[in-house]
C-alpha cells in the first residue's frame, strides 16, 4: 500500500511539472503516441470482438 502510494505522488509531480513547466515538443509527441496507440487498441478490439 506504501508503493502505492509513493507512485500516487510520483505521477502528481509528474503532471505538475508539466502543468507548471509544458514542453511544447514534448506533448505534441506525447499526444500524437497517445492517439496511435488508441488507434491501434480500436482496430484490435473490432478485429476480436
Given at each position: 500500500?506504501k508503493e502505492?502510494h509513493r507512485?500516487?505522488?510520483?505521477?502528481?509531480l509528474y503532471?505538475?511539472?508539466?502543468?507548471?513547466?509544458?514542453?511544447?515538443?514534448?506533448?505534441?509527441?506525447?499526444?500524437?503516441?497517445?492517439?496511435?496507440?488508441?488507434?491501434?487498441?480500436?482496430?484490435?478490439?473490432?478485429?476480436?470482438?
Open positions: 500500500m502505492l507512485l500516487y505522488i510520483t505521477v502528481k503532471f505538475a511539472t508539466y502543468i507548471f513547466k509544458p514542453p511544447n515538443k514534448t506533448i505534441a509527441t506525447q499526444k500524437s503516441r497517445l492517439q496511435k496507440f488508441f488507434l491501434i487498441a480500436k482496430n484490435w478490439f473490432n478485429f476480436n470482438y
